[in-house]
C-alpha cells in the first residue's frame, strides 16, 4: 500500500525551504450539467458547456505540474461529461498515465456506478425525506445503484445543514451498513440555494454527536482534530493546498484553473462562515498532525 506522505512531504519541504506554495488536491468539474435540480447547489443554475477533450487534457497536465497529486472529478453530474465519444472513464485514464496517485468522483448516485476511478463519494443530504426533499424521488435508486455496484471504495458525503442536522447520527448508523466510510461538510451560502447555513451552537452539538459515533465504530473518516477545530474555525486555513477547474464561461475549449481557496469566483468567500472539512483536514495534514495525516490514509486508501 502506497502512503500519502511521500507527496505531503514534498510539499512540506518544498514550502518550509524556499516558501513555495504548490497544491496538493484538485477538484475538477468537467460539466456543469446534472439530471437532479437540488435545492442546495448552484451549479446547474450556473448553465455552461461542458470542457472539451483538449481541455481536459490542458488541465490535467497545469494541475500535475502545479503540484496536485489527488484528483476529485466533479460535475454538476461528472458521469455526464461527454466530448464525442469521450467519456469520465477517458479522463480517468487520462488522469492515470500523469501519475495522479488517487482519482475519486462524486456522483448523486441515480447512474449505475461503474468506474476506474479509486474512490466514489455518493452525495447524501439526510435520511429518505429530507433527501428527497432537497433531489427529487431518487432515494430508493441510489441504495439500488450503490448495492449493485462492484466498486470497492464507495463513501458518503454529506453536507450537513440547517435541514438534516438533527438527522445526522441515525444516518451515520444507516449508512454505515451500505458504504466504506462517510465524509461531511458543512452547507455554505451561496447566493443560489437556500439560506441553510448552520448556526455554532447547533453545529458544535453535530460534531459532538460525530465524535462520539467514530468513538463507537461508526466509520466517520474526519480526524477527532477536525471534529473539534470545525467547532469554532480554530484551524489554520492553507488554501493554496487546493486547486480546482471547471468549464471555462468564455471558451469552451478549455478549462479555468483556479488555486487557493475553492470560493473564489464562485461565491464571496466568507472564512467565518466555512465548513469545508477536507480544507481543514488537509491544512492539518500539511501541519502535521497525525489524526489528519491518518485520516487522509482512510479516506484515499493509501
Not at 12 to 23: A, I
Not at 55 to 80: F, K, M, Q, S
Not at 241 to 263: F, K, Q, S, T, W
Not at 268 to 292: N, Q, Y
Request: aromatic share 10%; glycine share 8%; net charge neutral.
Amino acid at each position: 500500500m502506497t502512503t500519502l506522505l511521500p507527496a505531503l512531504a514534498r510539499h512540506w519541504v518544498s514550502y518550509h525551504l524556499t516558501g513555495e506554495q504548490r497544491p496538493l488536491l484538485a477538484g475538477f468539474k468537467l460539466t456543469h450539467r446534472c439530471n437532479l435540480r437540488c435545492r442546495t447547489c448552484p451549479f446547474w443554475q450556473r448553465p455552461r458547456p461542458d470542457v472539451m477533450w483538449e481541455g481536459v487534457r490542458t488541465a490535467l497536465d497545469e494541475l500535475y505540474a502545479a503540484g496536485c497529486r489527488i484528483l476529485i472529478l466533479e460535475g454538476g453530474e461528472p458521469t455526464l461529461w461527454r466530448d464525442g465519444d469521450r467519456r469520465l472513464e477517458d479522463v480517468i485514464g487520462a488522469a492515470r498515465a500523469r501519475g495522479f496517485a488517487r482519482i475519486g468522483v462524486t456522483t448523486n448516485g441515480t447512474l449505475p456506478i461503474e468506474t476506474g476511478a479509486d474512490i466514489v463519494w455518493v452525495s447524501f443530504d439526510g435520511l429518505r425525506e429530507t433527501h428527497e426533499a432537497v433531489r427529487g424521488p431518487i432515494w430508493e435508486r441510489v441504495l439500488a445503484n450503490i448495492a449493485a455496484s462492484r466498486h470497492p471504495r464507495i463513501l458518503a458525503q454529506v453536507t450537513i445543514s440547517r435541514a438534516n442536522w438533527r438527522e445526522l447520527p441515525e444516518l451515520i448508523r444507516f449508512l454505515s451498513g451500505h458504504v466504506q466510510g462517510v465524509t461531511f461538510q458543512f452547507f455554505y451560502p451561496y447566493r443560489e440555494s437556500e439560506d441553510l447555513w448552520l448556526p455554532w451552537p447547533e453545529r458544535a452539538q453535530v460534531l459532538r454527536e460525530l465524535a462520539a459515533l467514530k468513538r463507537q465504530g461508526y466509520p466517520v473518516l474526519d480526524s477527532y482534530r477536525v471534529l473539534r477545530d470545525l467547532t469554532d474555525n480554530r484551524w489554520q486555513c492553507h488554501d493554496w493546498l487546493i486547486a480546482d477547474a471547471e468549464p471555462d464561461p468564455e471558451n469552451p475549449a478549455r478549462a479555468a484553473v483556479h488555486h487557493g481557496c475553492y470560493l473564489k469566483g464562485r461565491a464571496e468567500a466568507d472564512c467565518h462562515l466555512c465548513g469545508f472539512a477536507a480544507h481543514a483536514e488537509l491544512s492539518l495534514a500539511f501541519d502535521l498532525h497525525p489524526g489528519a495525516i491518518w485520516a487522509g490514509q482512510q479516506v484515499f486508501h493509501f
